[in-house]
């Protein structure tokens, strides 16, 4: 049930008593209500889900040593990483839906800050009538104008956090863009290293391929002249046709990850491959990627946590516009019009009215639908908060895991290397007693076997290192500078 009460303002002062006591109604309801409809954002409930540790737990690469993460993909020897980076966001399909999503949210807050001020409509009207009743009855021209105003006193501040809400989803539209640029740099760096490794890999497989053919050549002559017998030599025959094999499946793997690059940058594959030809088959190294320090307050440069935290502030300002809604609310309308009439040859009548005055509406019974509406808006924002506080234990688990997996594979990476050079020699040394007949083709399989899983280790940890830089910039939201300053880009324009 709502009272609505409307009072038109006139030269008499018979208006002015419905008018002072829709005033006092609406004071008194506005002393006992502001305090239930109007309260500060929730500041410290957002800093106490965002509290992390002082400082990470995990080894700081290089020991903590040289300068900060920076200008990330320049510092890679390879140019086409940047570039392709730089196409695949210029060309991808999630950014362009992201750009569209701020340019909808940036209209709707536009369309909601609209309602502070005071609504203008002109309305004009002309008609040529003739009516059927009484027969022959004259033409009638007639013709009418007004212009209506309508203006909501915001007294619980149900409009103005309406348009906070509205803002809050705009500015998290923005930084969801942000986000997914970062996302999307990350996805096309780590295939791309993919590539590089598989590419690195095949090329091992060859020329594990070219000597197991060797091999087999050598004891097929070996055989035929009775200096080696039928078992070792289909034994090493088998590791040449198993070989083969194996860089049949690895060249397929590689074709996959150009495809999956081909997709993601929107390049002509005969293009892209062109240009994987410059560094084939060589791994991007960053001479001067170092990190000097990450500090926890890192995660408040992340887009992603951002955007939460807005999310955030827009729910709790939903909240308060669902609980203002709960309250009278009164608006202040006037009215100006134009008339003019003339039947058939007559003369021209014209007339001219107004009206102004406040229109109050009191919510007196509803069956609890307000009440249930400012519960569920207050539940939104609890959930809402829940989400963030889950993003930020989440962002300090991906830091943290990104420290622990580059520490590793930096130490990891000495040791596979010293293992490829060990087992080469010992390849190299056993080929060379087999061929003199001191050893056997088991002892050669097994030592070019060794090699190979010892060189293929060494690679795959090289790769490993490169993918733990690139998740540490994903999870620091796109790198900072010193003193903690988000290195964001620029948003996108409408």
């Known amino acids: ?168 989803r705009a500015q998290a539209s923005q930084l969801e863009w942000h986000a997914a640029r970062v996302s999307l740099a990350a996805e096309v760096a780590q295939s791309f290293i993919q590539l590089r490794a598989c590419e690195r890999l095949l090329q091992i497989g060859q020329e594990d391929a070219q000597a197991m053919r060797k091999l087999g050549r050598w004891s097929a002559d070996k055989l035929s002249v009775g200096l080696e017998a039928p078992g070792p030599d289909a034994l090493l025959q088998a590791a040449a046709a198993e070989a083969e094999s194996r860089v049949l499946a690895q060249q397929a793997e590689c074709d996959v990850l150009i495809k999956g690059l081909v997709a993601l940058s929107a390049w002509p594959e005969p293009e892209l491959r062109a240009r994987l030809r410059t560094r084939q088959a060589q791994l991007p190294q960053p001479p001067g990627l170092q990190l000097q320090s990450l500090p926890a307050q890192t995660l408040a440069q992340r887009p992603d946590l951002a ?114 050079a060990g087992y080469r020699k010992a390849a190299l040394a056993t080929a060379a007693s087999w061929r003199a007949g001191l050893s056997s083709a088991a002892d050669l399989e097994q030592a070019q076997r060794l090699l190979l899983n010892a060189q293929s280790a060494l690679v795959q940890v090289q790769a490993a290192r490169l993918a733990a830089w690139v998740a540490l910039y994903k999870a620091s939201g796109g790198g900072w500078q010193a003193g903690g300053e988000f290195a964001a880009a620029s948003a996108p324009q409408p």
């Open 307 to 420: 955007a939460l935290q807005s999310q955030v502030m827009a729910a709790w300002a939903e909240r308060g516009a669902a609980e203002a809604s709960r309250y009278p609310q009164l608006q202040l309308t006037g009215s100006i019009s134009l008339s003019a009439l003339q039947v058939g040859a007559g003369s021209r009548v014209e007339g001219s009215a107004w009206s102004f005055g406040p229109s109050l509406s009191l919510p007196l019974f509803d069956a609890g639908a307000r009440r249930a509406q400012a519960e569920a808006a207050q539940a939104r924002f609890e959930e809402a908060l829940a989400g963030y506080r889950g993003a930020v234990l989440q962002a300090v688990r991906e830091v943290e895991e990104g420290l622990v997996r580059l520490d590793s594979a930096a130490q990891r990476e000495q040791f596979a290397d010293s293992s490829a």
């Open 1 to 168: 049930m709502m009272l609505k009460t409307e009072v038109q303002s006139r030269p008499q002062r018979a208006g002015q008593g419905p008018m002072r006591w829709a005033a006092l109604v609406v004071a008194s309801l506005a002393l006992s209500g502001a305090g239930c409809a109007i309260q500060p954002p929730p500041s410290q409930r957002l800093q106490q889900a965002a509290q992390s540790a002082p400082s990470w737990q995990a080894p700081l690469p290089h020991g903590g040593q040289a300068q900060g993460l920076q200008q990330w993909w320049t510092q890679f020897d390879d140019p086409l990483l940047g570039q392709l980076i730089a196409q695949a966001q210029a060309s991808s399909p999630s950014l362009q839906q992201a750009v569209a999503r701020i340019q909808q949210a940036r209209a709707v807050a536009t369309q909601s800050g609209s309602a502070v001020w005071p609504g203008l409509n002109l309305n004009a009207a002309a008609q040529r009538q003739q009516l059927a009743l009484p027969k022959d009855s004259p033409i009638q021209n007639v013709g009418n104008a007004s212009l209506d105003a309508a203006w909501e006193i915001d007294l619980f501040a149900r409009v103005r956090q309406q348009r906070d809400a509205a803002e809050a």
